[in-house]
C-alpha cells in the first residue's frame, strides 16, 4: 500500500514539476495597438520554452514573462505574414547577447528558409562585428537552423512532441496551425484561418485551444473591401464558437483580437452563442495553465 501511494505521489509531483503552460506574449494584429504586441505565444514545458509566432515585441514579452533568454531556442511560425514574423530578426539577435549559447531552431511553411537566409544577409554587417570584433559572448547563439515543413510531425524532444496542420489563410498558399502534445496537457493553435474543419480535427479534445477572433457584429459596419478581405482570412466570433463545440477544449482562449470597435464582453459573447464552455478573452502576459 504504502509503495503504491508513494508512486502515485512521484507520478504527481512529476506532471506538476512539468505544468506546461502557455503564456500569450502577443495578442494583438496587425493594428499598432499599445497594449498589444504582434501575434506570438509561449507553450513553457519543464524548462523548454516553445515560441509560436514572431510578432513586433515578442523578446521584450518574453523577458517581461520571466523567460530567460537561453530558453528561446525553438520557435515555429504559422505562416509569413508581417505581424507574425516582424519580430524574428529580434527573435534571432537579441538573445545572443544577454545568455543563448545555443543555435536558434526554427520551424515553419515553406518559404521560411529564404526568409531567414535573407534576414541574416540583411544584418551581416552586425553579425561580422559582433562574432568577430571585441564584442564578448558564444557565437553558436547567433546561429540560425531554419526549417521549411510539411503538415504532420514536424517536432519532438523529451518534453513535446509538435504536429503541424494546413488551415485556409486566403491567398496564402501555406499557413498552419500546431498541435502541441505535452505529458500533462494538449494545445492546439490555430495562427490565422477561417473556419477550419482540419483545425476542428487537429485539436480535438485538446486542453487549451488558443484561436483568433473578429467580431461578428464590428465586420457587419465595415466596407464590403474590408468584410471580403475579414471573410476570407479570419474566423468570426459565431464561428469561433462553432469550432469550440466541435473541438470541446477545456479552456479557449482568443486571441489575434479584431473587436473592431465592440466590447471584450460583446465578442465573449458572439463566441458564447455557440459554446458554452470557458473563454478567455486574452492580453498581453496572461499565463493560462
Not at 33 to 39: K, L, N, Y
Not at 40 to 65: F, K, N, T
Not at 84 to 112: C, K, M, Q, S, W
Not at 171 to 185: I, L, N, S, V
Request: net charge negative; glycine share 8%.
Amino acid at each position: 500500500m504504502h509503495l503504491v501511494r508513494l508512486a502515485f505521489l512521484l507520478t504527481c509531483a512529476a506532471a506538476w514539476a512539468q505544468d506546461t503552460r502557455v503564456i500569450l506574449l502577443g495578442s494583438g494584429t496587425p493594428n499598432p495597438e499599445p497594449d498589444r504586441m504582434g501575434p506570438a505565444v509561449a507553450i513553457v514545458s519543464g524548462e523548454r520554452v516553445y515560441i509560436v509566432d514572431c510578432g513586433p515585441g515578442v523578446v521584450r514579452r518574453a523577458a517581461q514573462a520571466g523567460i530567460r533568454m537561453e530558453q528561446l531556442t525553438r520557435a515555429f511560425i504559422t505562416h509569413l505574414h508581417s505581424d507574425h514574423t516582424a519580430g524574428y530578426p529580434d527573435l534571432i539577435l537579441t538573445p545572443p547577447n544577454v545568455g543563448r549559447g545555443e543555435p536558434l531552431e526554427v520551424f515553419g511553411p515553406p518559404g521560411l528558409h529564404a526568409m531567414t537566409a535573407h534576414l541574416l544577409q540583411a544584418y551581416r554587417e552586425d553579425l561580422a562585428i559582433r562574432l568577430h570584433g571585441t564584442q564578448p559572448g558564444e557565437p553558436r547563439g547567433f546561429q540560425v537552423i531554419a526549417h521549411d515543413v510539411r503538415p504532420g510531425e514536424i517536432y519532438r524532444d523529451e518534453q513535446v512532441r509538435v504536429i503541424a496542420f494546413a488551415v485556409p489563410h486566403g491567398a496564402w498558399k501555406h499557413a498552419y496551425g500546431y498541435r502541441f502534445e505535452a505529458r500533462d496537457k494538449v494545445i492546439a493553435i490555430s495562427g490565422d484561418t477561417t473556419y477550419s474543419e482540419a483545425l476542428i480535427a487537429a485539436a480535438k479534445g485538446c486542453d487549451i485551444l488558443v484561436h483568433e477572433v473578429y467580431s461578428q457584429k464590428g465586420w457587419e459596419g465595415r466596407t464590403p473591401e474590408w468584410r471580403n478581405y475579414h471573410a476570407a482570412y479570419h474566423t468570426s466570433g459565431p464561428d469561433v464558437g462553432k469550432v469550440a463545440a466541435q473541438v470541446r477544449p477545456k479552456k479557449l482562449v482568443l486571441y489575434h483580437l479584431l473587436p473592431m470597435e465592440q466590447t471584450a464582453e460583446e465578442v465573449l459573447a458572439e463566441v458564447h452563442r455557440n459554446w458554452p464552455g470557458e473563454v478567455i478573452y486574452g492580453k498581453d502576459l496572461d499565463v493560462i495553465r
